[in-house]
């Protein structure tokens, strides 16, 4: 695994969305992204930090930021954690660490 320098873009990496879409971070470029990584769906520190960041949308939102969040879990189990606390942003699925 690359490691990465201060000021020098990331690796292009595609990964699946809880939305059936896949993103590349190259599909990204140019935007206000906050892009947090977490362990696992559904377990309390994962879910108190998911629901604070949907608690804080309207905040992302006047800055323009968008956020992601990634973690190796399945598309589906992310579509259960996004629908069960109402999460109104992209959860990407990267169940190889390739992110």
Do not use: W
């Not at 020098?8 to 990964?15: E, T, V």
């Not at 590349?24 to 960041?53: H, M, N, W």
């Not at 930021?65 to 399945?74: E, T, W």
Request: some cysteine; overall charge negative.
């Amino acid at each position: 695994m690359a490691r990465l320098t201060p000021g020098r873009p990331a690796p292009d990496i595609r990964l699946n969305a809880d939305d059936g879409s896949s993103v590349a971070l190259s599909d990204l470029r140019g935007q206000r992204i906050v892009l947090y990584f977490y362990p696992k769906d559904d377990t309390s520190g994962c879910t108190t930090q998911a629901c604070e960041l949907r608690d804080q949308q309207s905040d992302f939102d006047a800055k323009g930021a968008k956020i992601i969040g990634v973690s190796p879990d399945s598309v589906a189990s992310h579509v259960k954690f996004r629908d069960k606390h109402g999460l109104p942003f992209t959860l990407l699925s990267d169940p190889d660490h390739d992110a």
